[in-house]
């Protein structure tokens, strides 16, 4: 994405977190539901959470495919992107089908029930641990692989101009510079 702004180089970055606090919160409000007798209204916050977890995942898995075509990756990194894609699809999937039954469910009036809410509350822990291992796999990319943080170092021979830059949070970077791009030139 050009010109968003100079220090985020995708909205991936931006976009990620979000359907992760939702639906983590979710989670706690169906694990929370089960210790009240009444489970209405604990239920439809959990469901709201739910909708607004699965509508934002289905907005980071694009960001997500878009960032890996315009941000650096590493060789040694793409068969991990590639899992990473493999597992946030799964999580799109588990969480839009689980979503929607639970909207179905709310909508017939028979999400208040203490069965269904047990089968509820497994179904939002089973798809916490597909958005932990997916979660764990981005993480990895870009904490040990670098993935849209790191800048690639000029090779021996090569032409390109190494400049440190330093991120907002004080962080220092040496990396080659294109020297095409006249705001980064020496």
């Keep these: ?10 909205t991936h970055i931006l976009v990620i977190h979000l359907p ?4 983590v919160a979710a989670v706690g409000a169906d694990l929370l539901s089960l210790l009240r007798r009444d489970q209405r209204t604990v239920g439809r ?24 075509e ?11 992107v590639a899992q990473h894609w493999h597992w946030a699809l799964w999580c799109v999937w588990y969480f839009g089908l689980a979503t929607l039954g639970r909207l179905a469910l709310q909508l017939r009036g028979t999400s208040s029930s203490r069965r269904i809410s ?9 798809g916490l641990a597909l958005l932990a291992m997916t979660a764990e796999l981005g993480g990895r990319l870009v ?29 220092t970077s040496q990396g080659a510079i294109d020297a095409t791009d006249p705001d980064l030139a020496p």
């Design 1 to 10: 994405m050009e010109g968003f702004a100079h220090w985020v180089p995708n």
């Design 20 to 23: 992760l606090g939702l639906l």
């Design 45 to 68: 916050v959990s469901t709201g959470l739910h909708v607004g977890g699965t509508i934002t995942l289905i907005l980071a898995y694009f960001t997500g495919r878009s960032a890996a």
């Design 70 to 80: 315009e941000v650096y990756i590493p060789g040694l990194a793409h068969a991990l």
């Design 118 to 126: 047990v089968g509820l509350s497994a179904t939002s822990l089973a």
């Design 143 to 171: 904490y040990h692989y670098g993935v849209g943080v790191a800048a690639p170092t000029a090779h021996e021979g090569s032409t390109a101009t190494l400049k440190q830059v330093t991120s907002p949070a004080n962080l």
